[in-house]
Each structure stands twice: as structure tokens, then as C-alpha cells.
């Protein structure tokens, strides 16, 4: 069974500090995986997207690794603001299926003055 | 959002009655998603569409149908609400031009009582 899973649950951390959030999968094909960020009440928005061949992408203060061979992506978040508060949620995409997705149930991120 | 609204954003029904969801995009994507987020678990995939009439279960499909008569609507019912079907219901739209990313609409928030 497909399955994606974060760590840590939650995390509250200093404003101007840097945090780093984890995600392990086992999604079989693999196709892509992305992280998204959920504010709270709204719908879950794309941060980044990798694909096997990739290792790292950047989307300003966010940066995501991927090491396919162990099945692990990490979410680096750099000199976190308040607005950074949300929900970051770990998806992996399986090839064909009609794309769809494995969700991770998330990591709820509080950044605190 | 990219151009996806969901109506009602809201709703308290009662155990029993139906209630339809409705989710309306204005850019014409052929794919079109329904899920459900509850504490404790990842997005759930109920249903989906792949065009106009065209649509197929998901892992959570039990409870629910759906209908697509346009391209930009897309229904979700509950025949007979039960409380196990409070949730927050998202409804996404898959860009095949955007590295088939899935954009999600605003939520909206059911409770069963």
C-alpha cells in the first residue's frame, strides 16, 4: 500500500529561525513528489515538485531534498516568518494510475515572535 | 486558486438528508478531483473525472456520488449525510500544462450532526 509519512507532527520555532521537516514514502512507481503549504482554512498550495532526477529544488526560502534511494524528501524552511505558519503536507505522485496522489498527513508549523 | 470556487463554503445539515457540493472552475480542465481532509489523515481521493460524464471512484467513494454535465462543474452528494462524513470537502483540478500539478479550491466545511 502506498504510503507517505511526516514527521515531526508539529513544530513551533522562533521567528528568523531555520526549521527542516521530513518525509519518508513508499510510493511505488515513483513519479514526482511535491510539498505543499495549507494556511489555515484554505486549500493546499504547490511549493515545489521533484522528479527522480532531481535532488534539490529551491522556491525562495524553501528548499526541498530528495534522495529517491532511501525514499526520503526534507522541506528546509530559511529565516522563517510569521506568515510561514501553516500546514506542509508531503505528496507523492505513482506513475500512471490517472495521477493520483498519496498524501501525507502534514506538519503543522508555528512560528512564534 | 486557479479559477476554482466551492458553494457552500459552509453547511450544517442533519443525519439523514442530502446535501450537494459543488465545485466550478473557469479555465476548462479536463480532470477534476473531490477530497476529503479529516484529522489524523491525509487528503482522501472520493472521486474524480477525467470529462464531461466521465468519472471513477476513488478510495473513499462509500456514501457518495458524483456528477459532471459541464466542464466547469463538478457535483459531489451525499445521498443520506451520516456524522461520519463531517469533513472539510477540497476540490482540485489537475493542469496537464503545469506539470499536471492538482490546484485545489478553498474547502468547504460539512457538519453531520
Known amino acids: 500500500k502506498n504510503q507517505v509519512e511526516q514527521s515531526p507532527q508539529s513544530l513551533i520555532i522562533l521567528e528568523g529561525k531555520n526549521c527542516t521537516l521530513q518525509?519518508?514514502?513508499?510510493?511505488?512507481?515513483?513519479?514526482?513528489l511535491r510539498w505543499y503549504k495549507q494556511d489555515t482554512g484554505r486549500g493546499p498550495v504547490s511549493l515545489t515538485i521533484m522528479t527522480f532526477s532531481e535532488n534539490t529544488k529551491s522556491n525562495g526560502r524553501y528548499t526541498a531534498t530528495l534522495d529517491a534511494d532511501t525514499k526520503q524528501s526534507s522541506l528546509h524552511i530559511t529565516a522563517s516568518q510569521l506568515s510561514d505558519s501553516a500546514s506542509y503536507i508531503c505528496v507523492v505522485s505513482a506513475l500512471g494510475g490517472g495521477n493520483k496522489l498519496t498524501f501525507g498527513t502534514g506538519t503543522q508549523l508555528k512560528v512564534e515572535l | 486558486d486557479a479559477g476554482i470556487t466551492q458553494s457552500p463554503r459552509h453547511k450544517v445539515t442533519e443525519t439523514g438528508t442530502p446535501v450537494t457540493l459543488r465545485c466550478h472552475q473557469t479555465e476548462n480542465h479536463r480532470y477534476m478531483y473531490w477530497y476529503r481532509q479529516d484529522p489524523g489523515h491525509g487528503l482522501r481521493l472520493i472521486h474524480y473525472?477525467?470529462?464531461?460524464?466521465?468519472?471513477d471512484k476513488g478510495e473513499v467513494s462509500d456514501g457518495y456520488s458524483v456528477s459532471r454535465s459541464k466542464t466547469e462543474d463538478f457535483l459531489l452528494t451525499l445521498e443520506s449525510a451520516t456524522s461520519s462524513q463531517t469533513s472539510v470537502y477540497f476540490c482540485?483540478?489537475?493542469?496537464?500544462?503545469?506539470?499536471?500539478?492538482?490546484?485545489f479550491g478553498p474547502g468547504t466545511r460539512l457538519t453531520v450532526l
Open positions: 473525472s477525467y470529462g464531461v460524464k466521465d468519472t
Open positions: 518525509c519518508n514514502y513508499t510510493v511505488s512507481p515513483f513519479s514526482n
Open positions: 482540485a483540478i489537475r493542469d496537464t500544462l503545469a506539470d499536471n500539478e492538482q490546484f
